[in-house]
């Protein structure tokens, strides 16, 4: 089965001082990284949703084949550029997206490969740390116009996966990835750099 990887890479990225899709790691940016990270998990094709800075994110960042949509409510949080990437999925054909967000370089493609396994139309798939659950997540396409509906303000599938949260599947990923998110310089150093 096919599945589409939608990057969230819209944030001003306000407690870091600048959009973090425009962080540099490693020698890449933080959107270039999100995407090639769901490229080379097996994702095809990969949406990026820009908001902040959008033009110089796309003048700056080699995003490959990657189709990018811009979020222009992207200043109303993460849920607006959730539904913006799902609408623009959904004329693709493909049966179910990952969900991946920008400041997450630490997820790697065989957690992206881990978690698109178990792809169907009515999958629901969160990536297991410990007692913790994160991304990727995979969402089937029965779900999308709920969660698209639930995802408001700077919350995005997480009210629905709650309200549905005897059909999520958890994958356990700790062994392979590594779920902490980049909020501030101070975190940029250490294991993902």
Same mark, same amino acid.
Request: hydrophobic share 45%; with cysteine.
């Given at each position: 089965?096919?599945?589409?990887?939608?990057?969230?890479?819209?944030?001003?990225?306000?407690?870091?001082?600048?959009?973090?899709?425009?962080?540099?790691?490693?020698?890449?940016?933080?959107?270039? %990284?999100?995407?090639?990270?769901?490229?080379?998990?097996?994702?095809?094709? *990969?949406?990026?949703?820009?908001?902040?800075?959008?033009?110089?994110?796309?003048?700056?960042?080699?995003?490959?084949? /990657?189709?990018?949509?811009?979020?222009?409510?992207?200043?109303?949080?993460?849920?607006?550029?959730?539904?913006?990437?799902?609408?623009?999925?959904?004329?693709? !054909?493909?049966?179910?997206?990952?969900?991946?967000?920008?400041?997450?370089?630490?997820?790697?493609?065989? /957690?992206? %490969?881990?978690?698109?396994?178990?792809?169907?139309?009515?999958?629901?798939?969160?990536?297991?740390?410990?007692?913790?659950?994160? &991304?990727? *997540?995979?969402?089937?396409?029965?779900?999308?116009?709920?969660?698209?509906?639930?995802?408001? !303000?700077?919350?995005?599938?997480?009210?629905?996966?709650?309200? &549905?949260?005897?059909?999520?599947?958890?994958?356990?990923?700790?062994?392979? /990835?590594?779920?902490?998110?980049?909020?501030?310089?101070?975190? &940029?150093?250490?294991? &993902?750099?």
């Amino acid at each position: 089965m096919t599945v589409a990887g939608l990057l969230l890479a819209a944030g001003a990225g306000r407690r870091y001082g600048m959009p973090k899709a425009l962080v540099r790691m490693g020698g890449h940016l933080l959107v270039e %990284r999100g995407a090639q990270t769901l490229r080379e998990g097996g994702c095809d094709p *990969v949406v990026v949703v820009l908001g902040a800075a959008a033009d110089r994110v796309r003048a700056e960042a080699r995003l490959g084949t /990657a189709i990018v949509v811009e979020n222009p409510e992207w200043p109303t949080g993460m849920g607006s550029s959730l539904g913006r990437g799902l609408r623009a999925t959904l004329e693709l !054909g493909v049966q179910a997206i990952l969900v991946l967000l920008v400041d997450l370089p630490g997820v790697t493609p065989a /957690a992206v %490969r881990r978690v698109a396994a178990l792809a169907s139309p009515d999958a629901l798939v969160m990536a297991g740390y410990g007692p913790r659950r994160g &991304h990727p *997540v995979l969402l089937g396409r029965e779900h999308w116009a709920g969660v698209a509906a639930a995802a408001t !303000g700077d919350v995005g599938a997480r009210p629905y996966l709650a309200a &549905h949260a005897a059909a999520v599947r958890v994958v356990p990923c700790d062994d392979v /990835a590594d779920d902490r998110d980049v909020d501030t310089p101070e975190e &940029h150093t250490g294991s &993902h750099a």
